[in-house]
Structures are given as C-alpha cells and as structure tokens.
C-alpha cells in the first residue's frame, strides 16, 4: 500500500484535516501531511498550528495513494490555487486513482472539471463551484475514484468512508468499534 497525502494551507479547517489524518493512520495507513505552503508550520481556521511532515516541493509523491484535500478558507482557495497540486490532481484523475476532499475543497475538483457526471457534496453554498457534478444533499458521497465530504459534521464520516475505499470494511468495522463511532 501506498501513501495517502493530505494537503494543508494555512486556513484549513482542523476537524476535517485532523479527523482524516488521524483515522487513516489508526488504520494502519501510511499517511503525509504535506505544506503547499513555503513554510512547514500551517494555521488553521481556527488558529490550531500544525507541523507537516513536509513541503509540496520536496517530495515527488510516486507512491501516492490516495490524495486527501480538507476544507476551510482560505484554504481550500489556496490549494486550488497550487500548480503542483493541480497537476498531481489531473494525473490521478486520468489514473482513476483515488481522490478525496471535503467541506469546500470539492470546488477544487470541481474547478478542474474532475466532478463532471459524478455524484458530489461539499459545504453548503460551494455547490455552484462543482462544475458538472450531480450535487447531492449527503454527509458522504462516493462516486467512482472520488470521496467528497460535506463539512465538519461529516468529517468522521468522511475519514471512514476513505478507510473503506482503501482498506474495507472490515477495517471499517474494527475502528467503529474502538472508537465508539455511534452509526
């Protein structure tokens, strides 16, 4: 298994981003906190600061798994915003690779045509950003190589929809249980 790369700019939400990283990694996955940002230390949206593991430009990310995009603004603005990232993006969505986003950073997708024929959520008023996508009224949607996620409510929602797509349900089913996820 690869590893699943999660994108942070300052302004990220934290529940998103924190519930994801953490899940995945309970789930055995390797998982990378990458900075598309100059700087290593991000600040959420709500002033949490974080460490990433490493800067967009130091990495070439061929054993990526999955690509993970948190919400909150400016940062979802900002990863869209990204030349690399946008890159990396189209390359997996030409692979059929796996690609998740939540809260507001669908737009991202939707921006670079990725959602076009698929079933996708994101938060509220950001719908008009899901440019060809079917946009749905739900926590989750999964359509095809693509996990999009509504907002902080949806965020452990959305971690274990991930951890399905990457390891099962089994896997699933044994973290509901160890951490009291109430279905």
């Known amino acids: 298994m690869g590893t699943v790369y999660a994108f942070f700019a300052d302004g990220f939400?934290?529940?998103?981003?924190?519930?994801?990283?953490?899940?995945?990694?309970?789930?055995?996955?390797?998982?990378?906190?990458v900075s598309v940002t100059p700087n290593e230390i991000v600040?959420?949206?709500h002033d949490v600061s974080i460490l990433c593991d490493v800067n967009f430009e130091n990495r070439d990310f061929y054993d990526a798994e999955l690509?993970?995009?948190p919400g909150g603004m400016p940062g979802a603005a900002t990863l869209g915003e990204h030349e690399g990232l946008r890159k990396l993006l189209l390359g997996f969505a030409a692979k059929e690779k796996p690609i998740a986003a939540i809260c507001a950073a669908p737009?991202?997708?939707g921006k670079l045509g990725l959602l076009k024929g698929k079933k996708a959520t994101?938060?509220?008023?950001?719908?008009?950003?899901?440019?060809?996508a079917e946009c749905v009224n739900e926590h989750v949607a999964r359509d095809g190589n693509i996990i999009t996620g509504m907002g902080p409510g949806?965020?452990?929602?959305?971690?274990?929809a991930v951890v399905d797509m990457l390891v099962g349900k089994e896997k699933v089913d044994e973290l509901v249980e160890a951490m009291c996820v109430k279905r």
């Open 13 to 33: 939400e934290e529940i998103e981003a924190l519930t994801a990283v953490d899940t995945l990694r309970r789930a055995g996955l390797n998982v990378e906190i």
């Open 107 to 109: 737009m991202v997708l």
């Open 43 to 45: 600040v959420g949206a």
């Open 67 to 69: 690509l993970l995009l």
């Open 122 to 132: 994101c938060y509220p008023g950001f719908e008009q950003y899901l440019e060809g």
């Open 154 to 160: 949806a965020a452990m929602e959305f971690a274990l």
